[in-house]
């Protein structure tokens, strides 16, 4: 009886997705083009079907490693994960992170438009 229970209430994928979708929709700014995304988010919007494809785009800092950020239709997403901004130190934690996000367009953009680096020459 209670194995029943439990197999009538267990949601499908999609399900959880859409509950997902509905509560973040809920809680973020919907005016604010480019809000951040958590990184949950990032992976499930990433592997919807039927969306636009989802580009990850790294920005450099010299002190602080490349911040993540996430291109959908040309808007562009700060990640976050526990409140902060997701960084990687280096270019191979970044591809380690990101080869898990199932659907993500696979080329990666590093934007340097803004690079300039903090210490000389080593």
């Known amino acids: 009886m209670e194995h029943q229970e439990q197999q009538q209430t267990r949601l499908t994928r999609e399900q959880v997705g ?7 929709d809920a809680v973020e700014d919907r005016d604010k083009p480019g809000r951040a995304w958590t990184w949950d988010r990032l992976n499930h919007r990433a592997d919807m079907p039927g969306s636009a494809r989802i ?12 911040a993540l950020h996430a291109r959908q239709d040309g ?32 080329e990666i953009v590093i934007n340097a438009g803004n690079w300039q680096a903090s210490t000389g020459p080593v």
């Open 55 to 66: 580009q990850a785009v790294l920005l450099p800092d010299d002190e602080t490693g490349f």
């Open 18 to 24: 859409v509950m997902v979708d509905r509560f973040f």
């Open 75 to 106: 808007t562009v997403h700060p990640i976050t994960h526990n409140g902060a901004r997701v960084r990687f130190r280096t270019i191979e934690q970044a591809l380690t992170a990101l080869v898990d996000v199932s659907g993500l367009h696979p």
